[in-house]
């Protein structure tokens, strides 16, 4: 007798659902072998699914209050995207014209630019301002695609500022899809430029421990670069997440070498993000953990870079590769993952299939719900898109356009 489900989708071209291979984030050659079915479907009951296979075997087996037809395109996971800066009030497109006269973002930042005029702007604006900006920009991400999002602080800079940031990253999260990272340390703002030390107490002594009191976060992360927060800076607000039960995120070698990669594997981080400029040794230290290699080819097309992260070395060595949009108003303005698929098969030499693959399974195990989200397998939750892409090669390959037909959202059409 046929089993019910609350949604059927069916005559995929390809169902791609990234759950080949063993547990965990794919590696290696894996990457490239996700999982792919022609002529697939995905059954839905609630929020969670209950089957997935061939169209044939899934309409035998199952009988649907609604059936969705595919027509021939391309089904995937929702995407997840493990970084962003989304709760940032107000944009930068000043920044941006100067960058494109020649400035360089280090030079912005160093007259006062960057992350401390987002600090200051962002103190400047009322919280439903931000709540606003925050909920459309979301919005637009989820329409584009991404059904689970990580959102750091980081613009407030003082405590009760980067509190506010993190409580409205928790007011537009409605679904449970919201992943939260404090991120105080993102930079030494104006009115602690000199006592940096006296920041950093700050950062640890009452800003995490106000953060963990009141739930607010998951992880912590530091802008670990030169100009911002060095190594041992890192360890010493690592060692007050750690007692206050934050896990680790970590900006590492984003702008200069400065063994970011090493030190995140160190700490037991969860991602070392950015790694445009990461070590061998950087490399040798990842393939060997846990600690996923968080990929932001948007920032580096951005902001005007002609390198990337090395890609194809990581994959080559077996480093466990994520992608994110790094969405924020002043190095990667776009909520669009899409873009970042684009640019990655570009910029980091990712085949069209390891890009999709490192965006969906790779980048949930990159925020701790890898067990959740991210790939088509019963038990997981209801987060599945219908493309216009007869094949998965033309998503990143037709850029510019929002390939979304359809977004599948805890079982619910959104789109």
Same mark, same amino acid.
């Given at each position: 007798?046929?089993?019910?489900?609350?949604?059927?989708?069916?005559?995929?071209?390809?169902?791609?659902? /990234?759950?080949?291979?063993?547990?965990?984030?794919?590696? !290696?050659?894996?990457? *490239? *072998?996700?999982?792919?079915?022609?002529?697939?479907? $995905?059954?839905?009951?609630?929020?969670?699914?209950?089957?997935?296979?061939?169209?044939?075997?899934?309409?035998?087996? &199952?009988?649907?209050?609604?059936?969705?037809?595919?027509?021939? +395109?391309?089904?995937?996971?929702?995407?997840?995207?493990?970084?962003?800066?989304?709760?940032?009030?107000?944009?930068?497109?000043?920044? &941006?014209?100067?960058?494109?006269?020649?400035?360089?973002?280090?030079?912005?930042?160093?007259?006062?630019?960057?992350?401390?005029?987002?600090?200051?702007?962002?103190?400047? =604006?009322?919280?439903?301002?931000?709540?606003?900006?925050?909920?459309?920009?979301?919005?637009?991400?989820?329409?584009?695609? =991404?059904?689970?999002?990580?959102?750091?602080?980081?613009?407030?800079?003082?405590?009760?500022?980067? @509190? @506010?940031?993190?409580?409205?990253?928790?007011?537009?999260?409605?679904?449970?899809?919201?992943?939260?990272?404090?991120?105080?340390?993102?930079?030494?703002?104006?009115?602690?430029?000199?006592?940096?030390?006296?920041?950093? #107490?700050?950062?640890?002594?009452?800003?995490?421990?106000?953060?963990?009191?009141?739930?607010?976060?998951? &992880? /912590?992360?530091?802008? +670990?670069?030169?100009?911002?927060?060095?190594?041992?800076?890192?360890?010493?607000?690592?060692?007050?997440?750690?007692?206050?039960?934050?896990?680790?995120?970590?900006?590492?070698?984003?702008?200069?070498?400065?063994? !970011?990669?090493?030190?995140? $594997?160190?700490?037991?981080?969860?991602?070392?993000?950015?790694?445009?400029?990461?070590?061998?040794?950087?490399?040798?230290?990842?393939?060997?953990?846990?600690?996923?290699?968080?990929?932001?080819?948007?920032?580096?097309?951005?902001?005007?870079?002609?390198?990337?992260?090395?890609?194809?070395?990581?994959?080559?060595?077996? +480093?466990?590769?994520?992608?994110?949009?790094? /969405?924020?108003?002043?190095?990667?303005?776009?909520?669009?993952?899409?873009? $970042?698929?684009?640019?990655? /098969?570009?910029?980091?030499? @990712?085949?069209?299939?390891?890009?999709? *693959?490192?965006? =969906? #399974?790779?980048?949930? &195990?990159?925020?701790?719900?890898?067990?959740?989200?991210?790939?088509?397998?019963?038990?997981?939750?209801?987060? @599945?898109?219908?493309?216009?892409?007869?094949?998965? #090669?033309?998503?990143?390959?037709?850029?510019?356009?929002?390939?979304?037909?359809?977004?599948?959202?805890?079982?619910?059409?959104?789109?």
């Amino acid at each position: 007798m046929p089993e019910p489900a609350d949604l059927l989708v069916v005559n995929a071209s390809e169902l791609v659902t /990234c759950a080949a291979g063993a547990e965990g984030p794919l590696r !290696g050659d894996d990457l *490239a *072998a996700p999982g792919i079915i022609e002529g697939g479907a $995905v059954a839905t009951r609630g929020d969670r699914i209950v089957g997935v296979g061939t169209t044939a075997e899934l309409t035998a087996r &199952f009988v649907a209050t609604q059936t969705l037809d595919a027509d021939g +395109c391309v089904v995937l996971p929702g995407i997840v995207d493990p970084h962003t800066h989304l709760v940032f009030g107000r944009t930068r497109e000043d920044e &941006f014209e100067l960058r494109c006269l020649g400035s360089t973002y280090e030079e912005i930042a160093a007259a006062g630019g960057g992350i401390r005029a987002s600090s200051r702007r962002f103190q400047a =604006t009322s919280r439903d301002d931000i709540l606003a900006q925050a909920q459309a920009t979301r919005r637009r991400a989820l329409l584009h695609g =991404t059904t689970t999002i990580e959102v750091k602080s980081g613009y407030g800079l003082s405590t009760e500022s980067e @509190l @506010l940031a993190l409580e409205i990253a928790g007011a537009i999260d409605d679904r449970g899809d919201v992943v939260r990272t404090f991120l105080g340390a993102h930079e030494v703002p104006d009115a602690w430029r000199d006592d940096r030390e006296g920041y950093i #107490r700050l950062v640890c002594e009452e800003m995490i421990p106000a953060v963990a009191a009141r739930r607010l976060a998951q &992880f /912590c992360d530091v802008f +670990c670069e030169q100009h911002v927060f060095t190594q041992d800076e890192t360890r010493t607000i690592a060692a007050a997440a750690a007692r206050h039960g934050l896990a680790m995120k970590v900006h590492a070698d984003e702008l200069a070498g400065t063994g !970011g990669a090493e030190l995140a $594997v160190e700490l037991g981080a969860v991602s070392a993000d950015h790694l445009m400029q990461v070590s061998d040794a950087g490399i040798d230290a990842l393939s060997g953990s846990d600690t996923i290699a968080v990929l932001l080819p948007g920032t580096s097309f951005f902001l005007g870079m002609r390198h990337f992260a090395p890609a194809r070395r990581m994959i080559d060595a077996g +480093c466990a590769v994520a992608l994110a949009t790094d /969405c924020n108003p002043g190095s990667s303005m776009t909520e669009n993952p899409q873009a $970042v698929l684009t640019i990655a /098969c570009i910029g980091l030499g @990712l085949r069209p299939i390891e890009a999709i *693959a490192a965006m =969906t #399974r790779n980048a949930a &195990f990159a925020i701790g719900v890898g067990d959740e989200v991210g790939r088509l397998e019963p038990g997981y939750r209801a987060d @599945l898109l219908i493309t216009d892409c007869a094949n998965h #090669r033309l998503l990143p390959y037709h850029h510019g356009v929002n390939h979304m037909r359809t977004v599948i959202h805890h079982g619910d059409t959104v789109s």
